[in-house]
């Protein structure tokens, strides 16, 4: 996103204005009491101002009659208009409580509502959109601004209706002044209104166009503050560095904020002499008009209070416009999110028409989405059940890459992935999932407690303490595990009260029992999922893997030659291609890659 602050695009500003039915519709669904709350509300807050003023003009008539003619009956009209007044105020402050406290109600509940759309619509996306930095430019803007600005918006709008009402009410009795009143009643609020709308649309362009260093900003402090970090920002003494970049980026920010506020005020501050001068105005003129005596002196003190309120309520309308389209603008980064294109569903297969016949990879190639060279070419394989297959290679070869596939967290570029004899693409996505037990090498650590941990491997027994241990059991990690004092309840990670950390070890002994979560997957993977193991401990969960593969098939990825030999076949990867493949004993008699590989690796054991 390299777009300039003052490129805010070809949307006009009338069309922006389409989300206003959508934020209303968000918010009656949320809650329709309150919004209905908030709609009597608002229009009981837009009648009582003018009443109070018309009240207003009747209680100094009335104090002017009863001076003058001493009746008790005239004298009791103004103590009756008084505790009219009294009344309406109460009913305004009454009116403005109730406002205040429906709209705090809903505040809370539409900022949770949209931040599960937004976590739904995450829920839905393809790995590859998360890995694209354009798209988390957009889940930034949606989730700082987006959440807040629909019940923003809505209360805009009922602020623009209860202000409307108001000066409806004023029009109607400003006109027995003047019609000329009325007018200038709304020319006085028009100098505000272009200036916040001129600047509204600013403000917006350089929140879409600094949103990468917004995300920036945010990565910095989640390495500086985060314990998984920790460790290497104190030992390479990165805190003062980082922390001067987080400086930098902010002053950057600051900056540009601050030759936009300066402006806006600037410009509202001389915009608001033209409305001040306008309303005094019209003072002079109802004076003069009052000392003329064409209006009464309670007339002149309600129609001055008119045109105060009136100008007011006014600039209040026009400034409600204004915010409702920049709120607009805002929520078009919600909506341009939640709208974010999600692939079809293409497959609905249970079952493959060759059970039996394994996975087959036929002339699979692959391309990162913008990425300038294929990650895999032309890769053809045949597991069998039963099976193992072992994938060897540098950093980078393309190993993780092919079980991506094989997972469908991505589709080939060209080429197919067959499973019982379906292209993986027509199966259907759970079913799928369900038959594949797979731990990647950055597997993630949650901070749950220890049988959620491994729980998460399945969840459908996501609660199964027996399966827990089962699956503990399998993977090796019951030992450690029963040796704690809480056992499967113990809390891990540093996040929460009573949280204990592991060994790396640990954790991957955690991780590798998730994959024995699914006891009824088929097909096993582990990518790396040992790499933080002595030699010895690798060995053993290897041959325990193998043990307990049966009649699986059994794929892993591991950089240690001893493991790698136990596999049935063994493919080497180099630069995204197969090549070499055989067994071990097939593989050395080569003496070619593969045998020089692990003749390096064995003679750093000697």
Do not use: C
Not at 195 to 202: I, N, V
Not at 277 to 306: C, E, N, P, S
Not at 497 to 515: D, H, M, T, V, Y
């Amino acid at each position: 996103m390299n777009e300039s602050p003052r490129a805010g695009g070809s949307r006009s500003p009338l069309a922006v204005f389409r989300y206003s039915g959508r934020a209303l519709q968000l918010v009656w669904s949320t809650s329709r009491r309150l919004t209905l709350a908030l709609a009597v509300l608002t229009l009981v807050a837009g009648l009582l101002p003018a009443a109070m003023a018309f009240v207003g003009a009747q209680i100094i008539d009335a104090v002017v009659a009863a001076t003058q003619s001493g009746v008790d009956a005239d004298r009791r009209l103004v103590f009756e208009l008084i505790g009219l007044e009294a009344l309406i105020v109460i009913a305004i402050a009454a009116a403005q409580r109730g406002l205040s406290l429906s709209q705090s109600l809903l505040r809370a509940q539409l900022g949770q509502r949209v931040n599960v759309m937004i976590l739904e619509k995450a829920l839905t996306l393809e790995l590859a959109q998360f890995e694209d930095s354009e798209f988390y430019d957009k889940l930034t803007r949606a989730r700082r601004e987006a959440s807040s600005r629909p019940l923003s918006l809505v209360t805009r709008t009922f602020g623009l209706a209860q202000n409307g009402v108001s000066l409806v009410s004023y029009g109607t009795l400003l006109w027995q002044f003047s019609p000329w009143a009325v007018l200038l009643l709304f020319v006085a609020g028009l100098p505000a209104f272009i200036g916040e709308a001129k600047f509204s649309g600013e403000a917006f362009r350089l929140f879409r166009w600094r949103s990468p260093e917004t995300r920036q900003q945010l990565y910095l402090e989640t390495v500086l503050a985060r314990e998984d970090n920790a460790k290497e920002v104190k030992l390479f003494q990165l805190g003062p560095l980082l922390l001067q970049r987080y400086r930098d980026i902010f002053h950057k920010l600051f900056r540009e904020d601050r030759r936009l506020t300066i402006r806006r005020d600037s410009w509202g501050f001389g915009l608001g002499l033209v409305s001040t001068a306008t309303l005094y105005g019209a003072y002079i003129w109802v004076a003069v008009a009052t000392m003329a005596a064409r209006i009464t002196l309670g007339q002149m003190a309600m129609f001055m209070m008119l045109f105060r309120q009136g100008q007011s309520a006014v600039s209040a309308s026009l400034s409600a416009i204004s915010g409702m389209y920049e709120d607009n603008l805002y929520l078009s980064t919600l909506y341009e999110y939640l709208e974010t294109p999600v692939p079809a569903s293409q497959g609905h297969a249970t079952v493959g028409p060759s059970p039996g016949d394994g996975i087959r990879f036929e002339n699979v190639s692959f391309r990162y989405p913008g990425g300038d060279a294929a990650a895999l070419y032309d890769i053809s394989l045949h597991i069998r059940p039963g099976e193992s297959l072992a994938l060897v290679g540098e950093n980078g070869s393309g190993k993780t890459t092919l079980i991506k596939l094989l997972t469908r967290l991505y589709a080939p570029t060209t080429g197919r992935i067959l499973l019982d004899g379906l292209d993986l693409q027509e199966w259907d996505a759970g079913t799928l999932r369900q038959r594949i037990g797979v731990i990647f090498q950055d597997f993630a650590r949650y901070q749950l407690p220890v049988g959620e941990n491994i729980g998460v491997g399945d969840v459908s027994a996501f609660h199964d303490e027996a399966r827990w241990q089962e699956a503990a059991e399998k993977g090796m990690a019951d030992e450690f595990i029963d040796a704690m004092s809480d056992g499967y309840q113990t809390q891990l990670g540093r996040w929460f009260n009573n949280g204990r950390e592991l060994s790396g070890g640990q954790w991957q002994k955690i991780a590798l029992s998730r994959a024995f979560m699914r006891s009824d997957a088929d097909i096993l993977v582990l990518d790396e999922p040992t790499a933080a193991m002595d030699a010895g401990a690798e060995a053993a969960i290897f041959a325990r893997f193998r043990e307990l593969s049966g009649n699986r098939i059994a794929i892993l990825i591991s950089h240690r030659f001893s493991t790698v030999r136990m596999a049935d076949e063994i493919i080497v990867i180099r630069r995204g291609r197969i090549l070499e493949r055989g067994s071990h004993q097939s593989l050395m008699q080569q003496d070619g890659h593969y045998a020089h590989l692990f003749s390096l690796q064995a003679e750093g054991y000697r």
